[in-house]
């Protein structure tokens, strides 16, 4: 069954409505009509199977059928803090790593980044890697959206905690893997924070303010990797040894 998302205030009507692209890509691109059934998802970790009741170009009836909630959102709580590259690989990155299963998504203006956000536009940057991310989240089977947070300074990023109970800072300079790191740790961490670098990594300044703010430096392996392949690296690497990718 193909999958949409609804407004948390609709899902508990009566007749919830769907509108917006979603309503468009029911009536138009899929040609869905009354009777058919599909899944909504409120980002709330459920979703729900529905029928469709009815249907214009613009609005689209349904009645939900049953709810359920899949074991499809990640075990551990991990923010990618992502040194500011061009907007084609940030793009990608939040639909890969959407899929990979983070929950937030910091962009973070780093000494080394090439590319400077326009600070007019930043609000609809914001807006399609949110719309990336939803079609990432339908994409994958996931029911809740990663959070999209405003651009930060490296400093800025270093020095707020976001409840995170492990920080990690991955520098190309560094030798101890991630693997055995961890091994001196008592306990598994539930909310984790990682920072990449731009394509120039990060600075040994950087580095070391990272470091006096309680992050553990970590090696992603003897190879130089490009900036947008270490994400997706780490990543993955932190969902197998702390969350569900075993």
């Known amino acids: ?31 869905l009509k009354p009777s058919d059934h599909i899944i909504l998802i409120d980002g709330s970790g459920t979703e729900y199977e529905a029928e469709i009741t009815h249907v214009s170009k613009k609005k689209i009836t349904v009645t939900i059928v049953r709810n359920n909630t899949p074991a499809t959102e990640p075990l551990i709580k991990l923010l990618i803090g992502q ?3 061009k907007d ?10 959407t899929e990979l299963g ?21 609000d609809s940057k914001m807006q ?11 994409q994958c089977r996931r029911t809740r959206v990663p959070e999209i ?10 020095e707020e905690n976001f409840g995170a109970d492990l920080k990690i800072i991955f520098y190309e300079n560094e030798t101890e893997p991630l693997a055995k790191t961890i091994l001196l740790m008592k306990e598994k961490p539930s909310n984790i924070i990682a920072l990449l ?21 970590a090696s992603l392996g003897p190879r130089i990797l490009r900036a947008e392949t270490a994400s997706l690296s780490a ?12």
């Open 1 to 31: 069954m193909k999958r949409f998302f609804i407004a948390p205030s609709e899902i508990i009507k009566a007749s919830p409505v769907i509108d917006g692209p979603d309503a468009h890509h029911i009536s138009t691109v899929f040609r």
């Open 83 to 85: 040194g500011y590259l």
């Open 88 to 97: 084609k690989k940030m793009d990608m990155l939040v639909r890969h790593l």
């Open 102 to 122: 983070i929950t937030q998504w910091l962009p973070v203006l780093s000494e080394y980044s090439v590319p400077k956000p326009d600070i007019k536009k930043i």
């Open 128 to 138: 399609r890697w949110d719309a990336i991310a939803k079609e990432a989240v339908k």
């Open 149 to 158: 947070l405003s651009p930060v300074t490296f400093q800025q990023a270093v």
């Open 197 to 217: 670098g731009p394509e120039g990594g990060f600075s040994n300044k950087e580095v070391e303010l990272a470091k006096s703010n309680g992050f553990i430096i």
């Open 235 to 246: 990543c993955t690497i932190i969902q197998h040894l702390f969350g569900d990718m075993c």
